[in-house]
Every structure is written in structure tokens, then in C-alpha cells.
């Protein structure tokens, strides 16, 4: 028998509401690292071995590695310290697994309002391949950040964004439903 729930998510902003959670078997890795800058390219080194062994199918692996390079990349370059936290996990049950990744940073008040009015944004434009294209038609030449990572992971990874905020800690979740073969505990 599949455990699943129905899961209301309250507080916070995205798109995940009325989410499914697949229960059965879950694996996860959770770190928090510092300092940051310093180790990143060791921690990106890490988890691209976790997706080798957590999933079979190439497309799946290519989405979850996208989203996790711009979430962490966020997740260092606007910590207001030296701390990041990241947490990958995988839950499988039936036909569906369930990815998230979640990153952990303290931040500036004008960059976590930036954070959660972009991922109110992206969580409730319908298509967000045409998001994505804007942001990138209003940002070309320009020579600060690009300001399309977060819309990238919505689009090309086609990951669900949400964030949490208690104080100046930010919390950025991406979330897939994945086919089960796609993936594995
Ligand atoms: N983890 C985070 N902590 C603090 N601020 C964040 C975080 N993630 C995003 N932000 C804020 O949201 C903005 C948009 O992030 P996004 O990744 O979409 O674009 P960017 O980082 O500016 O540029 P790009 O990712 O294209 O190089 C950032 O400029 C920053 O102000
Ligand atoms: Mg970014």
C-alpha cells in the first residue's frame, strides 16, 4: 500500500500548495557549510555524485543539477554570513517521486524581499517559459546579475519554487514530481 497525504502547505510563498508527498522510501542529504565562498565548488562536486546514484533517467538528473547550482549559487553569493545549508532529498512511493532542494542562508532585508516577491512572481504566472523569455528580452546587456536564475529553475528545470523567511533566514525549496523510474531510493 502507497502512503500518501495531501499536504496544505500553510505560510510561506510559491507554488506548492495542495502538494502530494510520496512517503514510502526517502533518501536525503543535509549539510550546512562554512565558510561558503571557500567550499562551494567542493560541495557542487558532492552532489553531482548524489545524482549519479539517486537517478536513472538523464533528463531527470540534468533538471535537479540545474536547479541545485542556481539555488546554491543564491545561497552563497547573498549570504549575509558565511553559512549555507543545503538539503537534497528524494521520496519515492508508486508511480511518482518527489525532489526537493533546499537551501538555508541568512540574507539582507532588500534581498529577501527581492526573493520572495520574485518567487511570488514566478509562482503565479501560468507560463513560465514566457517569464523566463521576458526577463531575459529586460536583462540582455546588461552588467549586473542577470536576475534570471530562480525564472530558469521554473522553466527549464520545471521545478516549483517557494520561500519561507523567519527573520533575515531565507529558505528557497524547489520541488518535482518525477516518473518513479526516473528515480530511485
Ligand atoms: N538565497 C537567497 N538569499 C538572498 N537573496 C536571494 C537568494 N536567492 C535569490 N535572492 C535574490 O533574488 C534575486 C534574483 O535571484 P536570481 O537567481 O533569479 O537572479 P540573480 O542571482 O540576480 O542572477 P543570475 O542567477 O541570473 O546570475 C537575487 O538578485 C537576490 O537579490
Ligand atoms: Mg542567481
Redesign the pocket.
Known amino acids: 500500500m502507497i502512503a500518501r497525504k495531501n499536504r496544505a502547505v500553510s505560510g510561506g510563498l510559491g507554488d506548492h500548495r495542495g502538494d502530494v508527498e510520496a512517503k514510502d522510501n526517502t533518501a536525503y542529504f543535509e549539510m550546512s557549510f562554512c565558510p561558503n565562498v571557500e567550499l562551494v565548488s567542493v560541495v557542487r562536486r558532492f552532489i553531482s555524485s548524489v545524482y549519479d546514484r539517486l537517478f536513472d533517467d538523464a533528463d531527470a538528473a540534468a533538471r535537479v543539477a540545474l536547479a541545485a547550482h542556481?539555488?546554491l549559487?543564491?545561497?552563497v553569493?547573498?549570504?549575509?554570513d558565511n553559512v549555507t545549508g543545503l538539503r537534497i532529498e528524494l521520496a519515492s512511493g508508486g508511480a511518482q517521486s518527489v525532489v526537493t532542494i533546499t537551501?538555508?542562508?541568512?540574507?539582507?532585508e532588500?534581498?529577501?524581499v527581492?526573493?520572495q516577491g520574485?518567487i511570488r512572481e514566478i509562482a503565479g504566472e501560468p507560463d513560465p517559459f514566457r517569464l523566463y523569455q521576458a526577463?531575459m528580452r529586460a536583462?540582455a546587456g546588461s552588467k549586473?546579475?542577470?536576475?534570471?536564475?530562480?525564472?530558469?529553475?521554473r522553466a527549464e528545470a520545471d521545478m516549483t519554487l517557494r520561500?519561507d523567511r523567519e527573520g533575515d533566514l531565507?529558505t528557497?525549496t524547489a520541488r518535482a514530481e518525477l516518473p518513479a523510474e526516473a528515480a530511485h531510493v
Open positions: 542556481e539555488l549559487e543564491n545561497a553569493r547573498y549570504a549575509s537551501t538555508k542562508n541568512r540574507a539582507s532588500e534581498d529577501a527581492k526573493t520574485l526577463k536583462t549586473e546579475g542577470s536576475g534570471l536564475g530562480l525564472a530558469r529553475v520561500c531565507i528557497v
